[in-house]
């Protein structure tokens, strides 16, 4: 059985295991972990948005030093608007990891990856399966392998969890399907 969000439960299907695919050690997801991601995905999403800020705080300085318009109120409001903004971001990531709904994010998992699909197995009868397909981009970190499904949705698997054979499969995998150099 494989679980589900909300509780629900289904059978899943398991392909024969391939005896030539990585097998990592159970590995669970730190809810800090998650954080800290979500909030680097964040940022690299939306870096351009910084630059309002600037321009509201560059066209101020100039209204201030030509003497046209003397506003000190733009910083404080600016300062408040982007700090806050990022603890909205910041609540909402962590408020996912205190959710039921959420917890099998955070659960152990031993992974089976070859280059058809990713075998998550949270014991030899329930787990789940991913296709290749479902990756939308991936990188290597100093720490780990991230693979990305979508906004804020990702695998993160550290180098800590493979052998050293199967890091350098892992990395021949990624490479053949392009998504590191």
Same mark, same amino acid.
């Given at each position: 059985m494989a679980k589900m969000y909300g509780g629900q439960q289904r059978a899943q299907m398991q392909a024969p295991s391939n005896p030539l695919a990585i097998k990592t050690k159970k590995y669970g997801l730190e809810k800090n /972990?998650?954080?800290?991601?979500? *909030?680097? !995905?964040?940022?690299?999403? !939306?870096w351009k948005w910084a630059f309002i800020p600037l321009v509201l705080v560059g066209v101020n300085v100039f209204l201030n030093l030509s003497g046209t318009y003397k506003n000190?109120? =733009?910083? =404080?409001?600016l300062a408040i608007g982007v700090i806050g903004y990022i603890l909205f971001w910041l609540i909402q990531f962590t408020g996912i990891t205190q959710l039921a709904q959420y917890k099998q994010l955070f659960d152990k998992y031993r992974y089976e990856i070859d280059s058809r699909q990713i075998f998550m197995k949270i014991s030899d009868k329930e787990g789940g399966m991913l296709k290749w397909e479902m990756i939308l981009s991936a990188y290597k970190d100093k720490q780990a392998?991230?693979?990305?499904?979508?906004?804020? !949705?990702?695998?993160?698997?550290?180098?800590? =969890?493979?052998?050293?054979?199967?890091? /350098?499969? *892992?990395? /021949? =995998?990624?490479r053949d399907k392009g998504y590191i150099a």
């Open positions: /972990k998650y954080v800290g991601l979500c *909030m680097r !995905q964040l940022f690299s999403n !939306q000190y109120w =733009i910083y =404080i409001f392998y991230v693979l990305e499904m979508g906004k804020y !949705q990702f695998l993160y698997l550290p180098f800590s =969890i493979f052998s050293d054979n199967d890091r /350098k499969l *892992m990395d /021949k =995998i990624m």
